[in-house]
């Protein structure tokens, strides 16, 4: 799923880079689309906790941090889609 979103920001984000000519906040919204459902996913499946087996706890950690680490970037795209809604419409 992690794959798939990422996938899903890189096809999204390329267009918008393209007619922006550089990196804009609008990049910002695909992520939303992509992370907030990821973030429900990973939520609900830390949920599930697998068992003691070493292999699933390697998993569960993976999950914890990817949940952690998506939900710090979700954040900072909050942000500044919020901020390009409001004009802020600057491409460094």
């Keep these: ?8 920001v890189v096809a999204s984000n390329v267009p918008i880079m393209l007619r922006e000519r550089g ?3 609008l990049m910002s919204v ?3 689309f992509a ?3 990821l973030l ?11 068992g ?3 292999m ?5 950690i993976y999950t914890f941090v990817l949940f952690v680490v ?6 900072f795209d909050v942000i500044d889609s919020w901020r390009w809604l409001r004009g802020n419409r600057a491409c460094p």
Aim: no cysteine; glycine share 4%; aromatic share 4%.
């Design 1 to 8: 799923m992690a794959a798939m979103a990422a996938a899903l």
């Design 23 to 25: 990196m804009s906040k």
């Design 30 to 32: 695909p992520h939303l």
């Design 35 to 37: 992370w907030i459902p």
């Design 40 to 50: 429900v996913i990973l939520f609900m499946h830390l949920g599930d906790h697998p």
């Design 52 to 54: 003691t087996a070493p």
């Design 56 to 60: 699933a706890m390697v998993e569960l």
């Design 70 to 75: 998506n939900g710090i970037s979700l954040v």
